[in-house]
Structure formats: structure tokens, C-alpha cells
């Protein structure tokens, strides 16, 4: 039997060569990861090689985005404290030469509907809170009684375009 790497869940945050982010979708099946302006990358993936779509706080270049790992590619991390003293902060070793797309990171506007002093940052802590996930991110948002579930799937919709930089994940994964 292959010896399996560790497996990540979405919501877990992790290191990469590029820096911290959070697990934002965990597929076992054949997908398309947006690249460029227009162009899809063919991700293939499968339940004993997953994939794992990554929301980066940032990038070399400075641009915050989201790109496609494998776990052998992923080291558990965690978040700075707000003094700045969190587990694992750096970015992992890796014998490979990192993800398996280019990192995306387009224009999207998904801060502007959110809470005041809300950035980035915030964005990848909730998700990594609620488990990485669009429907329990919904269910937070319905059961605190903040939102109707129409505007909770709208912020929550939000909220997952800013982790992932890009509004092509929709009806992919």
C-alpha cells in the first residue's frame, strides 16, 4: 500500500512556499482551476491523490490569491496571535516546486459588503473558524439570526470570491 501524505480538511490553515492560507476546498474528483484572464488549468485529483485549493494571505509579489496544492506541498500552520506570536508561521520546505497552478488572484470586491475594519486577514480567519466551507459559513450567519439565509448566501459568496481572489469557483467546487 503507498504510503498516503497527511490529509488537510477545508478550514485547516496550512503553510506553503508562498506563505500561510486556508484550506478552501479539499477535491478528490478531475476539476478546472481558473488561470489568466480566461484560461482553466485541468487539476486532476482523486481520492488517494486529493487536491487542495488554498486561499494565500499572500504571495511573494505581495498579491493575496489561491492556487491548487498537494498535501506533500502543505505543512499545518496556524494564524498569529494579535501580538504576533502564532505556531508555525513560515512558509513549509518543500522538495517540489510548490503548487500545482499559478496562483489566481483577480479584481474582486468582495470587502466592500463586509463589516467595517474587516481585510483580508479576517476573511481567512473566519473561513479557517467555520471549517472552510461556503454551507457552514451560510448556517453561522442563519443561526446567529444576523442575516435571512438570502443574504447569508450572498455574504457568504462574498466572503469565499475574496479567499479564493477569483468568482470562477462558482458551480466548480
Known amino acids: 500500500m503507498p504510503q498516503i501524505d497527511s490529509r488537510y480538511e477545508e478550514g485547516d490553515v496550512v503553510a506553503t512556499d508562498r506563505g500561510r492560507g486556508v484550506v478552501a476546498a479539499v477535491l478528490a474528483e478531475d476539476f478546472e482551476f481558473p488561470q489568466g484572464d480566461d484560461d482553466l488549468a485541468e487539476v486532476s485529483a482523486s481520492d488517494d491523490q486529493p487536491a487542495y ?3 494565500l494571505t499572500s504571495t511573494d509579489s505581495g498579491d493575496a490569491g489561491s492556487a491548487v496544492y498537494r498535501a506533500s506541498d502543505l505543512e499545518a500552520s496556524s494564524f498569529p496571535d494579535d501580538d504576533g506570536d502564532g505556531e508555525g508561521g513560515g ?3 518543500t522538495d517540489s516546486d510548490g503548487s500545482i497552478t499559478d496562483v489566481v488572484s ?3 470586491d468582495a470587502l466592500d459588503g463586509l463589516p467595517e475594519g474587516w481585510d ?3 476573511v481567512l480567519q473566519y473561513w479557517s473558524s467555520i471549517g472552510g466551507s461556503w454551507e457552514e459559513c451560510v448556517d453561522d450567519l442563519t443561526d ?3 442575516f435571512d439565509e438570502e443574504r447569508a448566501r450572498e455574504q457568504c459568496s462574498a466572503m469565499k470570491d475574496e479567499v479564493l481572489r477569483t468568482t470562477r469557483w462558482r ?3
Open 53 to 55: 485549493v488554498v486561499g
Open 120 to 122: 483580508r486577514q479576517s
Open 91 to 93: 512558509p513549509a520546505e
Open 144 to 146: 446567529d439570526e444576523e
Open 171 to 173: 458551480n466548480r467546487f
Open 106 to 108: 483577480e479584481s474582486v
